[in-house]
């Protein structure tokens, strides 16, 4: 009943496991001690019982956690870095890894095996053998904070949510035409000016540098990359409003509020804008400690196929030369001279349209690899149903939570192999998205299926994915993580296709 489905769970017919008042959890190994305080926390906050942490052999009835070689899932001794194994007894409870982020990852599952709530007086478990690892080494949510500003503390809850489901990069929306959300030391304006409102004249607000590298240490505590994005060269109208130096004409357009794209762009070959990247760019690299800045590239329709070429080409060697691996969206597989290794974001759909796989492939040629976002069926701003009032419907169709479960990155793009997939991630745009109560409402449950696709192992060759990917089932485990939803203060849409347990006042 865990979401994502673990690669191999053996339950047991064994007497269940009682975490008493007396239960601690022990430790052994470099960063159990941490991994070990946040358990604590979530089993205080989720099932009302206080934990103590000790550095030594467990006792009967305790929690143990272990991080060293060959504690991972594989017999063979190749432990994956996010592999765990898990084994509940009447004894105790053992989690181990040969990395803190395995043992982190073991965590998230014990949350879900355990009761949400202390209802009488036994939280049980019921004994089990897990063994667990990753499919993809990169699984992702976008929160655009651009169109619609996040505080800190509101971007920590949902780094907090999208622990639990076991996902690994946190891709933030920094900049767009509606917003500027990081302050630039050596370009103050930009927060100032640019960061001072948002989609639909919504308040303004931005990230300190100090606030931004407490969230970074936020999110990497809970094995949680960063991945900033500076969208360039278009959705740049709040920088192009906060310098006039940065406009042709030396005059600075209106702040901008709407949802339009394509209508802004920064200059290719200035000597200015190239000083403006060259600088945002090594001020947000100096912020992140992870590998990747993202450098958007979509939908630059005020922006000639020559000068996309060469403002992204000068642009993504900024990115090498300050020691980050270029992201961008699929746009930029029309890019011929590219560095190196970059990453390419596929946002087509899930059947590729007009010439969206090859660009996706030209990461590949490019020695890089792919994430797959499908916009019909990982958008996270796509409505549920028609008629929905948040969320826009230009894909067509609603994305159900079936939408979002029931696909494959391997089968999307022929011609892309799982070795040439780095992994999915799921987006959340805001142009309708104003607050946090409504990203969640719209990020859960579908996340859970992304999540899954993302970590559980892929369906054989030979099944097809309608047969594989077991909806009914699927949402049955959905259903029991709402419980953990509910514990944590965390929105869900209660979809039709879940049997939503009752609750007192639901």
């Known amino acids: 009943m865990v979401?994502?489905?673990?690669?191999?769970?053996?339950?047991?017919?064994?007497?269940?496991?009682?975490?008493?008042?007396?239960?601690r959890i022990s430790v052994a190994g470099t960063g159990a001690d941490a991994i070990a305080r946040l358990l604590s926390r979530y089993v205080a906050s989720e099932a009302g019982r206080e934990l103590a942490v000790v550095d030594e052999p467990p006792a009967f009835g305790d929690i143990a956690i272990v991080i060293a070689p060959g504690e991972g899932p594989h017999d063979d001794g190749s432990d994956s870095d996010e592999g765990y194994t898990l084994e509940v007894a009447a004894e105790g409870v053992r989690i181990g890894a040969a990395t803190p982020a395995g043992a982190f990852w073991g965590v998230q599952t014990l949350r879900q095996l355990l009761p949400a709530a202390d209802t009488g007086d036994l939280l049980t478990v019921e004994a089990v053998r897990v063994h667990d690892h990753p499919r993809y080494a990169y699984r992702g949510a976008m929160l655009d904070v651009a169109r619609h500003y996040f505080t800190p503390d509101e971007v920590r809850r949902f780094i907090d949510a999208i622990a639990l489901l076991k996902v690994n990069h946190l891709h933030l929306h920094l900049t767009d035409d509606q917003g500027w959300r990081l302050q630039i030391e050596s370009w103050p304006e930009l927060t100032r000016i640019g960061g001072s409102t948002g989609s639909d004249g919504s308040r303004g607000g931005f990230y300190t540098q100090d606030e931004f590298r407490e969230i970074v240490a936020y999110a990497a505590a809970r094995h949680i990359t960063?991945?900033?994005?500076?969208?360039?060269?278009?959705?740049?109208?709040?920088?192009?409003?906060?310098?006039?130096?940065?406009?042709?004409?030396?005059?600075?357009?209106?702040?901008?509020?709407?949802?339009?794209?394509?209508?802004?762009?920064l200059r290719t070959g200035d000597p200015t804008t190239q000083r403006f990247v060259r600088d945002v760019v090594r001020e947000v690299a100096g912020l992140t400690p992870g590998p990747y800045l993202h450098i958007g590239g979509d939908e630059c329709l005020s922006t000639t196929e020559a000068d996309f070429a060469a403002f992204l080409t000068d642009a993504a060697q900024v990115i090498v030369a300050n020691g980050k691996i270029p992201v961008g969206w699929q746009e930029l597989g029309k890019v011929e001279g590219m560095p190196a290794g970059t990453i390419g974001q596929y946002w087509d759909f899930t059947t590729p349209r007009g010439n969206s796989a090859e660009l996706a492939l030209a990461f590949v040629r490019g020695g890089g690899a792919v994430i797959l976002s499908p916009s019909n069926a990982a958008y996270l701003d796509i409505v549920y149903e028609d008629g929905d009032p948040i969320g826009l419907d230009w894909t067509g169709t609603p994305t159900t939570l079936g939408a979002s479960?029931?696909?494959?990155?391997a089968r999307v793009i022929p011609g892309l192999g799982e070795a040439h997939i780095l992994g999915v991630e799921a987006p959340l745009w805001t142009e309708t998205v104003a607050t946090i109560d409504e990203v969640e409402d719209m990020v859960f449950?579908?996340?859970?299926?992304?999540?899954?696709?993302?970590?559980?192992?892929?369906?054989?060759?030979?099944?097809?994915?309608?047969?594989?990917?077991?909806l009914e089932e699927f949402a049955e485990r959905?259903?029991?993580?709402?419980?953990?939803?509910?514990?944590?203060?965390?929105?869900?849409?209660?979809?039709?296709e879940v049997p939503w347990p009752e609750r007192v006042g639901s």
């Open 445 to 470: 449950p579908r996340l859970a299926a992304i999540a899954e696709i993302g970590w559980s192992p892929a369906p054989s060759d030979t099944e097809p994915v309608e047969s594989a990917r077991d």
């Open 478 to 496: 959905v259903s029991r993580l709402s419980e953990h939803w509910d514990a944590a203060g965390t929105r869900y849409r209660r979809v039709p």
């Open 405 to 409: 479960y029931v696909w494959d990155p």
């Open 3 to 23: 979401v994502p489905r673990p690669v191999r769970i053996e339950p047991s017919d064994a007497s269940p496991f009682v975490l008493g008042s007396a239960a």
């Open 226 to 265: 960063v991945v900033p994005e500076i969208d360039m060269p278009g959705h740049t109208n709040a920088a192009l409003a906060s310098y006039p130096e940065l406009n042709a004409d030396g005059v600075a357009p209106p702040l901008y509020t709407g949802a339009q794209v394509g209508f802004s762009t």
